[in-house]
DNA sequence: TCTATAAACTGAACGCGTTCAGTAAGGCGC
DNA sequence: GCGCCTTACTGAACGCGTTCAGTTTATAGA
């Protein structure tokens, strides 16, 4: 019993490595579902009996990095930064080194906005791995003993997150070398962003900081 | 050699409309080349030879409706609005209304963030219906006399196309009936938007819009 | 009018992701 | 050991977007 769940487990996690070394070494979309069973001696069939799709063996990745991920970023966040700013470069360049290897890999993720796309980062398939993502943005909010305005700091993890997202997508499809366009943006925009939650804390912008509590509501709120 | 071009002419039409029809009734993936080439009475090859795949279709519905719109907006813009924020109010809302009867075929067109991927809104493909559409915007900031900071107001105009992008892209995929969450976002926004580019001529402001001003030629300046 | 050359098509074929009816094989009750 | 059921696979076939070697059609030039 033992013997047989573990043979299984063994080739799913085969076919998933032999694709993911695939998808790295010629993109996703040049890999085709056939070169993966053949590398990894398996009929078409059988990659389609443990992955759904050519989409899942992506999730699978997405996933699987994400539980890898966690443990680093949890590392990384226990290093004592001086401020919110350092702690988002710190969490944000540890995603970009981490998946610096499958950057391709990751535009098959990016590449869809519709949320009723598996792939999407907005999908219902990806919520889990989202919500934990959004974790560690809530984390770094939650290290210093700074207090944000009570309307605004239960959205701000999500607002972070999607902070991360664009600048993630901008970073997949950067063609300059190193993607050093990308850090350029981090660093030019990473203190923006720190410095508008500063400020919302300003009684001066409370109008400003309520109608944007109420845009937010108006997004994530129920229809 | 006129009624030669004229066929060709009529053909393509042909085609394209029988496309679009078919793309309008059942959806953008559902329809199939070979029933737009049953429907319009031609080869399948005959589809090629006018469009080069399935989502050039697509482009070239876009193309059409920016044509079409071009009228309709400048006509929009002709109209004495109080202020920038009715004119964007009634920009955008114009063209969601004109999209309306093909908002499914828009999320084809609004499904990929890829700027390599012709359909994407961001690709070279798309560039001169971009262009043209950012220009829209100029117009719209153009109507007042205000004087907008000399180096802030290169970039408005391809700030606000991206603020519009991003609700069009919110409309697309939004669910609620007759699409009210959208037109909540949208009531929501519109006044953030417009009041920060009022607080962005405070001198007080300065800093951060020299921040800002900074972080958007990061993005679209040259490497 | 005839001919050659380009434009306007044709449809079989390819490669892909995906499906599914079928087959092997391991474990469990007897 | 024997039947039986569930799990693990197999590979041919389907539908799709796309390609391309041809065939037809129209017109410009002799």
Chains 1, 2 share one sequence.
């Not at 974790?135 to 939650?142: G, I, N, T, V, W």
């Not at 720190?194 to 108006?218: G, N």
């Amino acid at each position: 019993m033992t013997t047989k769940t573990q043979k299984s487990e063994e080739t799913r996690a085969l076919i998933l490595s032999t694709a993911l070394a695939l998808f790295r070494e010629q993109g996703f979309e040049k890999t085709t579902m056939r070169e993966i069973a053949a590398e990894a001696d398996v009929a078409l069939g059988a990659t389609y009996y443990y992955f759904s799709s050519k989409d899942a063996l992506v999730l699978a990745f997405y996933a699987q990095s994400q539980a890898e991920l966690e443990p680093l970023l949890a590392e990384v966040l226990a290093r004592k930064h001086k401020n919110l700013q350092a702690r988002l470069h710190a969490l944000i360049t540890t995603k970009l080194e981490y998946f610096q290897p499958n950057r391709s890999l990751l535009s098959a993720l990016a590449a869809h906005t519709d949320p009723g796309h598996s792939l999407s980062p907005f999908s219902e398939d990806s919520r889990a791995i989202r919500e934990r993502d959004i974790q560690s943005f809530q984390q770094a909010l939650d290290a210093d003993k700074v207090k944000y305005p009570a309307d605004l700091a239960p959205h701000l993890p999500a607002v972070l997150w999607i902070y991360q997202m664009g600048i993630i997508l901008y970073w997949v499809y950067d063609q300059s070398p190193g993607q050093r366009r990308t850090f350029r943006l981090l660093e030019k925009s990473l203190p923006i962003v720190t410095r508008l939650i500063q400020l919302s804390t300003l009684p001066l912008m409370k109008p400003l900081r309520k109608l944007t509590v109420e845009l937010l509501d108006a997004i994530y709120g129920p229809d």
